[in-house]
């Protein structure tokens, strides 16, 4: 998904749902070669992390699911967009013009599975399985290709990061699928988080007083779950700020790019959030940004042209920006959805009331907020710290990308730090 901002962020649009395996894995064809050849010419031309190319090495489960991804772009610059001038759906948003929304092309499967040869034997793992040329196109190849480069070098920075998906290996099918083998540390995200949390607040509503006849247990629930959002947007903050240290833009943050090994509230302490989909990443080195580059960041970079970035050092600060702003839309995601009863609001409606009602003024969208009993408890959980959440919130979505806060700032705000629960 193209968010607000130009950040684009995957969202699944087709729920779990089991079916049969249609297309077993055959021989390699050209995947090991592909990497080999990114090898010599991506980032460092230095990927150490030791892969498995060999698609006998794997067993196929069953089919978990499918997603797809959609395009929700706003446009933040200094110049206009003589492109959206006379367009019915372009808004102008103090500074920012959101476009629309539609449905991307490509879309992948998942399935279950497990290593069966050499030291990892026995490793259950995640296949994510991009669709061949003829079915994708070449913009589906590419993603695949920028995914497992993405993650081989991130994989051969060190430290390690815990917080960012682990890829194992991947091959390509005769039909032309590309299959990457990840580490199964969950099979849930933000999203399918934020989907069950509000459910349960229904359900919770519907029970009235017989839920919570004690006040003390309704304190504690309210405790786990506000400990449990602080704990995955600081996971997935951290490994987006690991990404900034080591040259690479995420831009794909939201709840759907981010994997939990819990949904359990009361398992805070143990959860670990991991970034995923890093299909759209984009390498930020200087030697890169000199470059005219196209491809999958074609459009990141026309965002900050029309921002008024246009040296590498302003490309590479608009990037990073970027990437903050969605961040934020994840942050203000995770601080609704789950205080919400179900169908009260979803992300692309509190996108347009953070960007279009409310122009990006936090201080405003608190008090129309706070007159709402529907959204009681967000407010309560951004008030926080005499409101710590609506400050690192409206830092996060500062309409100007040069007044954002650095990943590392993110992570390390008193809201975050866990110390004002």
């Known amino acids: 998904m193209k968010m607000a901002a130009g950040c684009v962020s995957a969202c699944r649009v087709s729920a779990y749902h089991p079916s049969s395996i249609g297309d077993t894995p055959a021989v390699i064809r050209g995947f090991n070669l592909k990497f080999q050849q990114k090898e010599k010419t991506g980032t460092n031309g230095k990927y150490r992390a030791s892969l498995i190319m060999n698609p006998e090495s794997f067993e196929v489960g069953r089919l978990i699911g499918s997603y797809g991804f959609m395009n929700v772009t706003s446009y933040s610059g200094l110049q206009s967009r003589p492109d959206f001038e006379n367009s019915s759906q372009a808004n102008d948003v103090g500074g920012l013009r959101f476009q629309d929304v539609r449905e991307g092309d490509v879309q992948i499967r998942l399935y279950e599975g497990r290593v069966t040869q050499g030291p990892r034997r026995g490793t259950p793992i995640i296949f994510k399985v991009y669709p061949g040329k003829q079915v994708g196109g070449v913009e589906a190849d590419m993603m695949a290709s920028n995914e497992l480069k993405t993650h081989a070098f991130l994989q051969s920075c060190s430290p390690i990061c815990h917080n960012i998906q682990i890829l194992l290996g991947g091959f ?54 506000r400990s449990f959002i602080i704990n995955l947007l600081q996971g997935a903050f951290r490994g987006l700020a690991f990404m900034h240290d080591n040259e690479m833009l995420h831009q794909s943050v939201g709840p759907a790019s981010v994997v939990l090994n819990t949904m359990v509230d009361k398992d805070a302490a143990y959860l670990v959030p991991r970034l995923r989909d890093l299909a759209f990443a984009v390498d930020i080195q200087m030697s890169g940004l000199e470059e005219n580059s196209g491809g999958l960041s074609e459009g990141l970079w026309r965002r900050a042209r029309s921002a008024g970035a246009f040296s590498p050092m302003e490309k590479r600060a608009f990037g990073i920006a970027d990437d903050i702003y969605g961040a934020g839309l994840l942050f203000a995601y995770l601080a609704f959805i789950p205080f919400c009863e179900a169908g009260i609001i979803d992300s692309l409606s509190l996108q347009r009331l953070l960007e279009s009602t409310f122009k990006l003024d936090l201080g405003a969208a608190r008090e129309y907020c706070l007159a709402d009993d529907r959204f009681l408890e967000a407010v309560k959980f951004l008030d926080v710290g005499d409101g710590a959440g609506w400050e690192l919130l409206q830092a996060m979505l500062n309409p100007d990308f040069r007044n954002r806060p650095i990943a590392e700032a993110v992570v390390n705000h008193r809201f975050l730090t866990g110390a004002l629960l």
């Open 172 to 225: 390509e099918t005769k039909t032309g699928e590309q299959w990457l083998a990840f580490r199964n540390d969950g099979k849930y995200c933000a999203a399918d988080y934020a989907k069950a949390s509000c459910e349960k607040v229904s359900k919770n509503l519907a029970l009235g007083e017989q839920k919570f006849w004690n006040p003390f247990e309704q304190e504690q629930y309210i405790k786990r779950k």
